[in-house]
T-cell receptor, first 116, second 116 residues
């Protein structure tokens, strides 16, 4: 597809379960970001990849959160032992540029996680 | 601390009326500035961006924004609002070319409702 694709669009998990969220960025986009958007809030940065290298993971809220992009294209955000406060929309974004020059980000529609 | 403030959480305007959405930021250096729009169930879409140069920037859908360094503001305007403009609007700041990541800091968002 032409845009950023995320799956699943909706995920309901019981507290304590592990979840994996997938992002397919636009083909050829070097930069990939994950953001967390809680209800009624703006997106908050989680982590940044340049190709397969995770250059910034300062926004990951705890060691239960893990992200990877092993081949520099598809990325997976994994949340272990989910808690209710993890309930949010997880947004993936990509850019053809790198670092501070990424400029415009192209966002996917997000994966809405609800933890019961 | 780096932050973005959108003072108006919710705004209602009549169709055809003018619109101004406020954005103030706190940042150590001159940032890159963005406005994104998010319609229900959709990903964030870039409306416009400011990197340097002319402080009045034009975007898509008839939107414009003015960067005022002295006020640390980047307000979004539209002369005549259409019903399809009803959505959530996010102001964001980015670090510019000296950073090795392009992570954006978003405001809380302003929800725009358009009355017929």
């Amino acid at each position: 597809g032409a845009g950023v694709s995320q799956s699943p669009r909706y995920k309901v998990a019981k507290r304590g379960q592990d979840v994996a969220l997938r992002c397919d960025p636009i083909s050829g986009h070097v930069s990939l970001f994950w953001y967390q958007q809680a209800l009624g809030q703006g997106p908050e940065f989680l982590t940044y990849f340049q190709n397969e290298a995770q250059l910034d993971k300062s926004g990951l809220p705890s060691d239960r959160f893990f992200a990877e992009r092993p081949e520099g294209s598809v990325s997976t955000l994994k949340i272990q032992r989910t808690q209710q406060e993890d309930s949010a929309v997880y947004l993936c974004a990509s850019s053809p540029r790198v670092g501070g020059n990424t400029g415009e980000l192209f966002f996917g529609e997000g994966s809405r996680l609800t933890v019961l | 601390a780096q932050s973005v403030t959108q003072p108006d959480i919710h705004i209602t305007v009549s169709e055809g009326a003018s619109l101004e959405l406020r954005c103030n930021y706190s940042y150590g250096a001159t940032p890159y500035l963005f406005w994104y729009v998010q319609s229900p169930g959709q990903g964030l879409q870039l409306l416009l961006k400011y990197f340097s140069g002319d402080t009045l920037v034009q975007g898509i859908k008839g939107f414009e924004a003015e960067f005022k360094r002295s006020q640390s503001s980047f307000n979004l305007r539209k002369p005549s609002v259409h019903w399809s403009d009803a959505a959530e609007y996010f102001c964001a700041v980015g670090p510019g070319p000296t950073s090795n990541t392009g992570k954006l800091i978003f405001g809380q968002g302003t929800t725009l409702q358009v009355k017929p």
